[in-house]
Antibody, heavy 119, light 111 residues
Framework: QVHLLQSGGEVKKPGASVKVSCKASGYTFIVYYIHWVRQAPGQGLEWVGRINPNDGGTVFAQKFQGRVSMTRDTSIDTVYMELTTLRSDDTAIYYC????????????WGQGTLVTVSS | QSVLTQPPSVSGAPGQRVTIFCTGSSSNIGAPYDVHWYQQFPGAAPKLLIFGNHNRPSGVPDRFSGSKSGTSASLAITGLQAEDEADYYCQSYDTSLSAVVFGGGTKVTVL
């Protein structure tokens, strides 16, 4: 069975960086893109970007360019998302989710990682 | 401001039919890129409800149906049940933004 297991919650100060991991299991890791989607408290879903685990290629939403990076470790079927220069409005639950291509549906989701940015 | 527009809320009595519309543009739904729908309960991750405009994943009741026409899509819930009370999001891809885009979400309330 497909499973995406994310790392635990983080509390960071403004200006710091956070790195969230997403470990995939139950399928061939390099076949599916991993997208990151965030949800601020009481708000809707917002796409952050995606990584192709096959070649490491990344595409980010314009508002995050320059502040976000995504990497993968194919030896342990894990993807990482790092967000730098954190602000209070980055406080959100960050989800990793699997998609067959850049525009296909996201059929499996991680449990979410709460990132809290507070001084 | 979301690229895809959804009503903030819809409501209906048990057994009724409710429809959620998702309005986009020629650079996303009308491009044409597929529309997908997700259901989210409080404190839980979103769950795929409809993919490729009208397809249901295994296990999703046939009370849920999706359709698409032009630059809009819709999700219909027939025979509304108390357990359907949740937030619903539409999703597509925008070629101008080169980004996945979501609607703002619709809260379904069962009266």
């Amino acid at each position: 069975q497909v499973h995406l297991l994310q790392s635990g919650g983080e509390v960071k100060k403004p200006g710091a960086s956070v790195k969230v991991s997403c470990k995939a299991s139950g399928y061939t890791f390099i076949v599916y893109y991993i997208h990151w989607v965030r949800q601020a408290p009481g708000q809707g879903l917002e796409w952050v970007g995606r990584i192709n685990p096959n070649d490491g290629g990344t595409v980010f939403a314009q508002k995050f360019q320059g502040r976000v990076s995504m990497t993968r470790d194919t030896s342990i079927d894990t993807v990482y998302m790092e967000l730098t220069t954190l602000r209070s409005d980055d406080t959100a639950i960050y989800y990793c989710t699997r998609g067959a291509t850049y525009s296909r549906e996201n059929d499996f989701w991680g449990q979410g990682t709460l990132v809290t940015v507070s001084s | 401001q979301s690229v895809l527009t959804q009503p903030p809320s819809v409501s209906g009595a048990p057994g009724q039919r409710v429809t959620i519309f998702c309005t986009g543009s020629s650079s996303n739904i009308g491009a044409p890129y597929d529309v997908h729908w997700y259901q989210q309960f409080p404190g839980a991750a979103p769950k795929l409800l409809i993919f490729g405009n009208h397809n249901r994943p295994s296990g999703v009741p046939d009370r849920f149906s999706g359709s698409k026409s032009g630059t809009s899509a819709s999700l219909a819930i027939t025979g509304l049940q108390a357990e359907d009370e949740a937030d619903y999001y539409c999703q597509s891809y925008d070629t101008s933004l080169s980004a996945v885009v979501f609607g703002g979400g619709t809260k379904v309330t069962v009266l």
